[in-house]
């Protein structure tokens, strides 16, 4: 059985993942969250699903390296990982972080270092064992700041700048890095976007688009697709023009 | 706010919309957003999932499953669960859900809700009958958990109750085994009610799946085709290995994307021009399959799963729909004055449903199955002309002793509703006062 484990199992995409995953054969599955009441219910879910996937819970504090390091280690002691995919994140109110740098701080930890925290844990043993894939889930707001999310763009900047260097280091080993850029998805994270009207993809097409792309180690790609096209107008809109739009 | 529709698509006002995602929460979002309704899939055609201008609490994010015994065949699950998710995990393994209606798009909370019922009435019952139990959030802040030992009046009135005595946050289900996925059918061209009924009353016994399309513009003559199908057991779809490859494209079909209805037509593509050729055509066409044939139990069951957004074909002003049911006792009379006054008026149905209920008796309050015939029609929405010929129907349903389904139903007046449902004072007693709905209110006062 393969071997996957989930940072941050409880995220609506990462429970989609996972229910493909166990769907398409039986798996062995770590899943690591904060809460413990929740992580296990993904765990029931997952096992009612898949009653030869043998499911494990853990939880573990996501804003501490320690802790991380911690975790990490138990994790790879139990057996060889596969697949790591490290999928944890809060969307951050852009307002509340300019007026309290405590919150500031919080969406920069929890979007950018620990993600990245985690990643490094990981690479460690499986450069080790030179087999394994490293996915992690960006955003499309990592590529360009913007007046109304840039502090939780930018944690994710962070984020795909460090896939970028983790790439370029793995490249002549058996391990893969896989960076995903969501685009806005259907999620309860998401759930306040969604009443104000903003169109997304649904969660279940994200999902199969993140298992698709880690099963053939693409190192980069957009989800849903067309994103890759609307990110490259984006970036590349000259700053007099991108200043003026209200986005 | 969000504009929101139910599958009639006859109105599209503004909700404020909360979806609930964690099943610990949902007593908690209840009380701080009400008074409240809650939405499943919106596979209703009228406004029994509406609540406009008000909350509307989302459901389908309530979609873990929690516990499965395959000794005994249980499910727990949480109340957003679509039963095509249930369906699709289960029949590989040997066991399906014992009710289902004619599409598998909803959810299992709006299956309790609506307690609904599928050709199997006559075998098996409605959904409720296989539900042992559920835990229901209140809008005071308080999570009961129901069955039918303990709680038999408050169980009694949840199911079927419409939403309004709480949200079912989660749900022991009975399933029941299954050989295969296949299905033995036969389909059988009929001419007038007598044959129908004759039919219907000879299949009740062998065949566990009954139901019948009628061309509901052929007036007197009403002719129709009666489908009846039993599932095939393991020995039996083994010994006809072309299933397999039959099987494995069907699963191919399936799990592509569903075709989709592209856009609104800005005019009803049912009409006069559309529907006679249709009824003729469908009716030559199921003609020609008549005899003994295997099917898969998803076209079979949910022949319009396949094609997304299919109610869009009725334009912009959405269409209703219009199911009774009336007892057997003077139902054949029934059903043909109903048959005589959609000829007489001129709005055909593209889709009219004939079958008989068994006989037994719904668990639910407001359960709408009883013993009796049922016919379910389908009207685009022209307006006066069409509310005018629903007021025909009631009529014929009110005299037959009959009542509607509140699934479907966007206008009925409140006096048939009444009759209709003689358990509802009962009923009233366990309603939450937390919840309301466009129907609730148009049909109890509030
Ligand atoms: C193509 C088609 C075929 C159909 N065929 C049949 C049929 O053969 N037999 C039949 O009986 N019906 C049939 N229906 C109707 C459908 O089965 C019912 O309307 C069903 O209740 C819809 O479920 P939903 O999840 O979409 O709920 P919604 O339509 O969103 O809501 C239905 C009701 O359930 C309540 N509700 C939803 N979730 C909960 C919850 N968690 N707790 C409490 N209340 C809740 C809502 O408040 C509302 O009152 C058909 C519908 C379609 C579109």
Same mark, same amino acid.
């Given at each position: 059985m393969q071997h996957m484990v989930i940072i941050g199992a409880t995220s609506a995409m990462a429970e989609h993942c996972a229910r493909l995953w166990v769907q398409a054969a039986p798996v062995r599955l770590t899943l690591v969250g904060r809460d413990e009441a929740r992580t296990r219910r993904v765990a029931d879910d997952l096992r009612v699903r898949s009653p030869q996937s043998d499911v494990q819970v853990m939880t573990s504090d996501f804003a501490d390296a320690t802790a991380i390091q911690r975790t990490v280690s138990h994790i790879v002691a139990q057996a060889a990982v596969d697949v790591v995919l490290i999928a944890h994140g809060v969307l951050s109110d852009q307002g509340t972080c300019q007026d309290d740098l405590l919150a500031c701080d919080a969406a920069l930890q929890i979007n950018g270092v620990s993600p990245v925290l985690f990643a490094e844990a990981f690479a460690k043993p499986m450069v080790a064992a030179n087999h394994g894939t490293i996915a992690i889930i960006g955003s499309v707001a990592g590529d360009r700041g913007r007046k109304t999310n840039y502090v939780y763009g930018a944690a994710k900047g962070l984020v795909s700048r460090y896939a970028q260097g983790m790439q370029h280091r793995l490249a002549h080993t058996g391990v893969k890095v896989v960076l995903v850029k969501p685009g806005p998805t259907d999620t309860p994270m998401t759930s306040d976007l969604k009443a104000k009207g903003q169109k997304m993809a649904s969660v279940e097409q994200v999902a199969k688009d993140i298992v698709k792309g880690i099963a053939s180690g693409k190192p980069v790609f957009y989800t849903p697709g067309i994103w890759q096209i609307i990110m490259l107008v984006v970036m590349h809109l000259p700053r007099f023009v991108f200043n003026k739009l209200n986005i | 706010m969000k504009p929101v529709s139910a599958w009639g698509r006859l109105s599209n006002d503004l909700h404020d919309v909360h979806v609930l995602t964690d099943r610990s929460h949902v007593a908690t979002v209840l009380a701080a957003h009400q008074p409240g309704l809650a939405f499943g899939n919106g596979r209703s055609y009228g406004d029994v999932c509406l609540n406009p201008h008000g909350n509307l609490w989302h459901t389908t994010g309530l979609n873990k499953f929690m516990a499965f015994d395959d000794a005994t065949g249980r499910l727990v699950c949480e109340a957003g669960v679509l039963l095509r998710d249930i369906q699709r995990l289960f029949v590989p393994r040997g066991?399906? =859900?014992?009710v289902t209606p004619g599409t598998q798009l909803i959810t299992v909370g709006g299956a309790i809700a609506n307690d609904v019922h599928g050709k199997n009435h006559h075998a098996v019952g409605s959904f409720g009958d296989h539900v042992l139990g559920v835990s229901l959030a209140r809008t005071t802040g308080e999570v009961l958990s129901l069955d039918w030992t303990q709680t038999p009046a408050l169980m009694g009135a949840t199911l079927g109750g419409l939403g309004l005595t709480g949200v079912i946050v989660t749900a022991e289900l009975q399933l029941r085994r299954v050989g295969s996925p296949w299905l033995r059918t036969e389909t059988l061209p009929y001419q007038g009610l007598a044959e129908f009924f004759e039919l219907a009353d000879a299949s009740e016994h062998d065949w566990e799946h009954t139901v019948s399309w009628i061309d509901c513009l052929a007036g007197q003559t009403a002719r129709g085709i009666f489908m009846r199908a039993n599932p095939m057991s393991a020995p039996q779809a083994a010994a006809m290995p072309s299933l397999k490859a039959v099987l494995a494209a069907h699963q191919q079909k399936t799990h592509s994307q569903p075709l989709r209805m592209p856009f609104v037509p800005? =005019?009803? =593509?049912?009409?006069g021009l559309s529907l006679k050729p249709f009824n003729m055509a469908y009716y030559e066409l199921q003609k020609l399959k008549s005899g003994f044939d295997v099917a898969h139990y998803e076209p079979f069951s949910y022949p319009l799963d396949n094609l997304q957004d299919w109610n869009r074909m009725y334009g912009p002003r959405g269409f209703y729909q219009y199911q009774s049911v009336v007892p057997r006792e003077g139902g054949q009379l029934a059903v043909q004055a109903m048959l005589d006054a959609i000829a007489a008026s001129g709005e055909g149905s593209f889709l009219a449903v004939l079958k008989t209920f068994g006989n037994r008796e719904a668990k639910g309050m407001l359960s709408f199955p009883e013993p009796g015939v049922t016919l379910a029609l389908d009207f685009p929405n022209r307006g006066q002309r069409t509310l005018q010929l629903m007021d025909r129907l009631d009529a014929i349903v009110r005299e037959a002793k009959g009542r509607l389904y509140m699934a479907k139903d966007a206008r009925m007046p409140r006096d048939l509703f009444e009759a209709g449902y003689p358990r509802l004072s009962e009923f009233l007693a366990h309603r939450d006062a937390g919840i309301s709905s466009a129907m609730s209110r148009r049909l109890m006062g509030v």
């Amino acid at each position: 059985m393969q071997h996957m484990v989930i940072i941050g199992a409880t995220s609506a995409m990462a429970e989609h993942c996972a229910r493909l995953w166990v769907q398409a054969a039986p798996v062995r599955l770590t899943l690591v969250g904060r809460d413990e009441a929740r992580t296990r219910r993904v765990a029931d879910d997952l096992r009612v699903r898949s009653p030869q996937s043998d499911v494990q819970v853990m939880t573990s504090d996501f804003a501490d390296a320690t802790a991380i390091q911690r975790t990490v280690s138990h994790i790879v002691a139990q057996a060889a990982v596969d697949v790591v995919l490290i999928a944890h994140g809060v969307l951050s109110d852009q307002g509340t972080c300019q007026d309290d740098l405590l919150a500031c701080d919080a969406a920069l930890q929890i979007n950018g270092v620990s993600p990245v925290l985690f990643a490094e844990a990981f690479a460690k043993p499986m450069v080790a064992a030179n087999h394994g894939t490293i996915a992690i889930i960006g955003s499309v707001a990592g590529d360009r700041g913007r007046k109304t999310n840039y502090v939780y763009g930018a944690a994710k900047g962070l984020v795909s700048r460090y896939a970028q260097g983790m790439q370029h280091r793995l490249a002549h080993t058996g391990v893969k890095v896989v960076l995903v850029k969501p685009g806005p998805t259907d999620t309860p994270m998401t759930s306040d976007l969604k009443a104000k009207g903003q169109k997304m993809a649904s969660v279940e097409q994200v999902a199969k688009d993140i298992v698709k792309g880690i099963a053939s180690g693409k190192p980069v790609f957009y989800t849903p697709g067309i994103w890759q096209i609307i990110m490259l107008v984006v970036m590349h809109l000259p700053r007099f023009v991108f200043n003026k739009l209200n986005i | 706010m969000k504009p929101v529709s139910a599958w009639g698509r006859l109105s599209n006002d503004l909700h404020d919309v909360h979806v609930l995602t964690d099943r610990s929460h949902v007593a908690t979002v209840l009380a701080a957003h009400q008074p409240g309704l809650a939405f499943g899939n919106g596979r209703s055609y009228g406004d029994v999932c509406l609540n406009p201008h008000g909350n509307l609490w989302h459901t389908t994010g309530l979609n873990k499953f929690m516990a499965f015994d395959d000794a005994t065949g249980r499910l727990v699950c949480e109340a957003g669960v679509l039963l095509r998710d249930i369906q699709r995990l289960f029949v590989p393994r040997g066991w399906m =859900l014992p009710v289902t209606p004619g599409t598998q798009l909803i959810t299992v909370g709006g299956a309790i809700a609506n307690d609904v019922h599928g050709k199997n009435h006559h075998a098996v019952g409605s959904f409720g009958d296989h539900v042992l139990g559920v835990s229901l959030a209140r809008t005071t802040g308080e999570v009961l958990s129901l069955d039918w030992t303990q709680t038999p009046a408050l169980m009694g009135a949840t199911l079927g109750g419409l939403g309004l005595t709480g949200v079912i946050v989660t749900a022991e289900l009975q399933l029941r085994r299954v050989g295969s996925p296949w299905l033995r059918t036969e389909t059988l061209p009929y001419q007038g009610l007598a044959e129908f009924f004759e039919l219907a009353d000879a299949s009740e016994h062998d065949w566990e799946h009954t139901v019948s399309w009628i061309d509901c513009l052929a007036g007197q003559t009403a002719r129709g085709i009666f489908m009846r199908a039993n599932p095939m057991s393991a020995p039996q779809a083994a010994a006809m290995p072309s299933l397999k490859a039959v099987l494995a494209a069907h699963q191919q079909k399936t799990h592509s994307q569903p075709l989709r209805m592209p856009f609104v037509p800005p =005019l009803s =593509l049912v009409n006069g021009l559309s529907l006679k050729p249709f009824n003729m055509a469908y009716y030559e066409l199921q003609k020609l399959k008549s005899g003994f044939d295997v099917a898969h139990y998803e076209p079979f069951s949910y022949p319009l799963d396949n094609l997304q957004d299919w109610n869009r074909m009725y334009g912009p002003r959405g269409f209703y729909q219009y199911q009774s049911v009336v007892p057997r006792e003077g139902g054949q009379l029934a059903v043909q004055a109903m048959l005589d006054a959609i000829a007489a008026s001129g709005e055909g149905s593209f889709l009219a449903v004939l079958k008989t209920f068994g006989n037994r008796e719904a668990k639910g309050m407001l359960s709408f199955p009883e013993p009796g015939v049922t016919l379910a029609l389908d009207f685009p929405n022209r307006g006066q002309r069409t509310l005018q010929l629903m007021d025909r129907l009631d009529a014929i349903v009110r005299e037959a002793k009959g009542r509607l389904y509140m699934a479907k139903d966007a206008r009925m007046p409140r006096d048939l509703f009444e009759a209709g449902y003689p358990r509802l004072s009962e009923f009233l007693a366990h309603r939450d006062a937390g919840i309301s709905s466009a129907m609730s209110r148009r049909l109890m006062g509030v």
